[in-house]
């Protein structure tokens, strides 16, 4: 059964706080991303990983970085959080870099107070 | 950077009506059109796709109709049952540092009414 799993689906950090989410996956997929979903404002491409090591900004890149160390696995770090990072987060993952499907996976509910 | 523009945001029918939601997108070199259905709580699934070198296809209840000429493609749900109520989302690929992306739509919410 093909899956993006993300941990944790739920979380509630302070302003300040280190924030890391993890995403994996069991498709071998080459490419890897991290979204943001908001309402009114549909999914925002926050990083996009090519391969292990390889990555590249999305279209809101600004507050967060992002690991890929395993083809399997990538993490979205937020470095001393911010109320407006208040957001779903979404990792998804696709098998390369032709025009194919995307899977995502269920999210992760992320709470800055 | 690119945008795909997705109308309406919230769109209620009657149960076995049909939906249509209406999506625009800027690059011509988009070739790949996803479309994904959410339900609440959950993440989004693929439910059709189109590439450029059509202009309809059709599965189960779901017509996609591109219009590469006017940058625009549709989404046709026939015979709306309730099940059908969800957020959806339109995308465009993009090409971005040698590779692609999708760009996503800002979604709609469907309400279909028993």
């Known amino acids: 059964d093909m899956k993006v799993t993300q941990m944790p689906r739920y979380l509630i950090k302070r302003m300040g706080e280190n924030v890391l989410l993890e995403c994996g996956q069991d498709?071998?997929?080459?490419?890897m991303y991290w979204y943001r979903q908001d309402p009114g404002l549909g999914l925002q491409l926050i990083y996009i990983?090519?391969?292990?090591?390889?990555?590249s900004e999305g279209d809101i890149p600004k507050g967060y970085r992002v690991s890929r160390k395993k083809r399997e696995h990538f993490s979205l770090i937020l470095d001393s959080a911010k109320t407006n990072q208040t957001s779903v987060y979404f990792c998804?993952?696709?098998?390369?870099?032709?025009?194919?499907?995307?899977?995502f996976g269920k999210g992760t509910r992320l709470t800055v107070v | 950077g690119e945008q795909v523009e997705q109308l309406p945001s919230i769109l209620r029918v009657q149960e076995g009506s049909s939906a249509s939601i209406n999506c625009t997108y800027e690059?011509?070199?988009?070739?790949?059109f996803p479309w994904y259905k959410q339900e609440p709580g959950e993440n989004p699934k693929l439910i059709i796709d189109?590439?450029?070198?059509?202009e309809r296809k059709q599965t189960q209840g779901l017509i996609v109709l591109l219009d590469k000429k006017a940058k625009r493609f549709s989404l046709h749900i026939t015979d709306t049952q309730p099940g059908d109520s969800a957020m959806y989302f339109c995308?465009?690929?993009?090409?971005?540092?040698?590779?692609?992306?999708?760009?996503f739509g800002s979604g709609t919410q469907l309400t279909v009414m028993p």
């Open positions: 998804a993952s696709s098998p390369g870099t032709s025009n194919t499907e995307v899977f």
């Open positions: 498709m071998s997929h080459e490419t």
């Open positions: 990983s090519y391969d292990v090591d390889s990555n």
């Open positions: 690059n011509s070199a988009s070739n790949y």
């Open positions: 189109i590439r450029s070198n059509m």
């Open positions: 995308a465009a690929s993009a090409a971005s540092s040698g590779s692609w992306q999708l760009i």
